[in-house]
């Protein structure tokens, strides 16, 4: 019976009692304290899968949405005829580069008005706007290049503007002259509309870059190259590859416009991350108390183990494993449960809607709740959650352990 602390990493005679200890019907109160606390610990951990998968899943949709059809590096005042542009498309992550305009200005009809970004491309040119392309509502990206000026606006900014296909659309764009800037209006007819499913929707407008061209409009924003990768987040290092090399080119990447905005997600999804981390950190000191009452509970079974030989490390073995398995139950309950629920989230926010008569995606871009399961982000979970269960089994296991028997016999 005697264990010395030179023995293996966890002892039989520790497993053996922490399992007894596990099946034992006495002091159900205790039993009763530790199990509602291991519920509450697979509830944090799968309401911290879920949150996470969700804000993943938002999170590539927003970048698939807006970073597909943005782009990515501009290099303004090139064209793809200069010497050195074409050769460009032959880096690594590059896919391509055209030649394309970049500007601002407003689209009116019936009264109203709205600002738009305009974008000029060669709508001859493959995959110059693949996002667009693929969300196409009506037309398509060629039918920009037909006899007259053409426009293409997302479909949700078409129904504010009350248009329809084939109408007229006056596009107002400032003009500089010697005294500031003036107003200058071009009628253009539309041939398409798109819906991404993002702001862009209310907020783009897609030229022909001929149209450009002729109507004298390069002046009015930025006429240079557009670099399109396979990687958007790789827009920052690549552009600083370019600068390198060509420290008179003028570069602009994607960052600059809607860097604050990704940034602001994956800041909300840290703190999100550590907000509920908080939540399975009190599930999991609540095991203390229920570990607390059964060793409390087997003081005079300690000592007899004491008295009979049992090292302390033994004990400390007994009761750290007790807590262990019972938190471990929980996380794996939990990380399953949360899979779980995050693969069938867009089904459960359909019932809640049935049950409560609101729509969580009310007044967004999406139809359903996207998510994303990362392996990473279940790793980590399981790991810090076991972390601090650990940590919270320790503290009454150590209690255990440095028990004196002689004192645990007397009170028996």
Known sequence: MTQTGGGPFIDW??????WRYLRTRKRRFAAFITWVSVIGLAMGVLVLTVVLSVMNGFDA???????????HIVLPGKRMTDPGIAQLSALEGVVGGYDFFLGAGMVTKNGAVNPVTVYGIDPSSQDTLKQVAAHMRYGALEDLSGAGREIILGAPLAG??????????ALIVSEPDG??????????RLVGTFELGAELDYSLAVVDLADIAEQRLAAMGTLG???TLDNPLLAEGIARTLAQAHPSWEIRSWSESYGELFQAVRLEKALMFLILLMVVAVAAFNIVSGQMMIVADKRSDIAILRTMGASARTILQTFLLQGVVVSGIGIVVGLACGVIAALWITEIVAVMKTLFGFSLLEG?????VPSRILTSDLWLIGLLSWGLCLFSAWLPAHRAAQLNPIDALHVG
Not at 364 to 368: A, C
């Open 13 to 18: 005679v520790a497993l053996t009692l922490a």
């Open 61 to 71: 949709e927003l970048k698939e949405r807006i970073l597909g059809t943005v782009p």
């Open 160 to 169: 504010h503007l009350a248009l329809l296909p084939g109408d007229s659309v």
């Open 179 to 188: 005294q500031g800037v003036k107003p200058r209006i071009q009628r253009f």
């Open 225 to 227: 190259v557009r670099l």
């Open 364 to 368: 967004t871009y999406f139809l359903e």
